[in-house]
């Protein structure tokens, strides 16, 4: 592994034990068919192993979500094992990955007890719920919308609410499938401010993205899939400079790669 | 024509004076009605919702039979309920033949169906849209089946609605499980049956009219609280 051109920070604590048992997020041997069409042909890839953002690129189709999806524990592969700290994932500890999808899921009941509907699942006490959702909502520029219906907001604030209850439960490492596609630019713009402030406190982020400006403004590394295979994982400013596989400079250089 | 506008007096007369029987009357109906709603939504809820969210050999089977059950005759279940609650029937021991609670009895038999179809239908339909969320925040079947419930709360009023509806105005099963007895099990529809048979339309119609009041009343209320921010969810401007 390339030392990252953009350096992480590091951390001055040294991990406390339930990261320890989280990280990596790893799959091994990783294959996924679905009708006929493999998805994922064999990938082998450990995130989380250093703070810093990872940027996922590829063509569609190329298993981005697929791959994320199953290291997250929410697909199982069809071949090939997913560890997080090294033993199988299990329920209990889903909840310590913060995940944002590309559509934003969010309850039917006011933004901060959207939040706190999150803290209570991963066993926040109640007492501390309400104080933590509006620290997260503050974070996310959403300050003024903790007693608004969820479901009213626009969808650029509903994204970033997501992301609000992602980062209030305090996860291991985040992890964001296209989370600012279709989005305005100051939705994006808010998103990435939070982006750049969890990665700065030492959070490991995965992100999904179709976007290259986006991915050369967040990324410390990128890993580059194609056709179910991870083509390359390379510090991201080489990446952009020099990509190693023909797939990724075609890519970068906008020709259309299938 | 004459026995409309008679039963229009009649009925306004019978409000106007509060009746006391007539208010017996409605009272006991809501009563056995409510209370059945009540019980219904207690066991038609998390049957419903536990069936939409688990996977199981033979699910499709229980699914069809419960929607078919949904239209159970009235007057069949009242024949079960009889042949249960009579004193040679195996619950013939806790005397309740002719009791209001053998009317309840009946009408939660009668609607536990409709709600738990309903209520399985809103919590499938939930599910597809929250799995994967859902799964993410690594819940228990059971903590997913109270957030699923709790989220479809609005559109569940209906299922109660409907389960209410049914019960105010069925007359089959509790005529026969209850007696129609005189300030005992006597309810608005049974009265009206009796009414009817002696040649009392202008009664009937007016225990009829006020029949439909109420459950037009109990319905604009329920469905004023049913009121939510009706907005289409916002997945991302997709323009």
């Not at chain 1, 030492?202 to 991870?230: C, N, Y």
């Not at chain 2, 809103?122 to 599910?127: G, K, Q």
Request: glycine share 10%; with cysteine; proline share 6%.
């Amino acid at each position: 592994m390339q030392r990252a051109a953009n350096p992480a920070p590091q951390k001055e604590a040294p991990d406390p034990p339930h990261t320890a048992r989280m990280l990596p997020v790893a799959g091994q041997g990783l294959i996924v068919t679905r009708a006929g069409r493999t998805i994922l042909d064999g990938v082998d890839l450990a995130l989380g192993t250093k703070p810093g953002t990872t940027i996922v690129l590829g063509p569609n189709g190329a298993g981005k979500s697929v791959l994320i999806r199953v290291l997250c524990g929410l697909l199982g592969p069809d071949q090939g094992t997913v560890t997080w700290g090294g033993t199988a994932p299990d329920r209990a500890r889903v909840a310590r990955i913060g995940l944002v999808f590309q559509k934003p899921v969010l309850l039917r009941r006011s933004a901060r007890a959207n939040i706190e509907y999150a803290l209570g699942v991963t066993g926040t006490p109640k007492a501390e719920r309400r104080e933590r959702a509006e620290g997260a909502l503050r974070r996310a520029g959403l300050a003024h919308f903790g007693e608004t219906n969820a479901r009213v907001l626009s969808s650029g604030e509903q994204q970033r609410l997501t992301l609000a209850r992602a980062l209030a439960v305090k996860p291991d490492i985040l992890v964001l499938d296209e989370p600012a596609a279709n989005l305005d630019p100051a939705s994006t713009a808010a998103i990435e401010d939070v982006l750049r402030g969890m990665r700065d406190a030492g959070t490991p982020i995965v992100l999904i993205t179709h976007d290259l400006s986006q991915a050369r403004r967040l990324g410390d590394e990128v890993v580059f899939l194609h056709k179910g295979q991870v083509k390359e994982r390379t510090p991201a400013a080489d990446f952009f400079a020099r990509p190693k596989s023909p797939e990724a400079l075609a890519y970068i250089n906008g020709e259309i790669v299938l | 024509m004459n026995d409309l506008s008679g039963a229009f007096a009649t009925a306004f007369g019978l409000i106007l004076t509060l009746d006391p029987q007539l208010a017996e009357i409605v009272a006991l109906s809501l009563r056995v009605s409510l209370t059945a709603v009540c019980l219904a939504g207690l066991i038609g809820l998390p049957l419903g919702a536990a069936l939409a969210v688990t996977r199981f050999p033979g699910r499709r089977a229980v699914i069809v039979v419960m929607n078919a059950l949904m239209g159970l005759p009235p007057v069949v279940v009242g024949l079960l309920v009889y042949l249960m609650l009579t004193n040679h029937g195996p619950l013939g021991s806790f005397q309740l033949l002719y009791t209001p609670a053998a009317m309840i009895i009946a009408q939660t038999i009668l609607i536990t169906p409709i709600i738990a179809a309903l209520a399985r239908q809103t919590v499938e339909d939930l599910d597809g849209e929250y799995d994967e969320q859902l799964r993410a925040f690594g819940l228990s079947t059971f903590d997913r089946i109270q957030t699923l419930l709790y989220e479809g709360r609005m559109r569940l009023t209906t299922a109660f609605l409907a389960g209410f509806g049914r019960a105010i105005a069925e007359v089959g099963a509790i005529i026969i499980v209850g007696g129609n007895i005189n300030h005992v099990t006597r309810t608005m529809t049974t009265a009206i049956a009796l009414e009817t048979s002696r040649g009392e339309f202008a009664l009937a119609l007016a225990l009829g009219i006020i029949l439909l009041a109420l459950a037009l009343g109990i319905n604009a209320l329920l469905t004023s609280l049913q009121r939510e921010p009706n907005v289409v969810p916002r997945f991302g401007a997709r323009l």
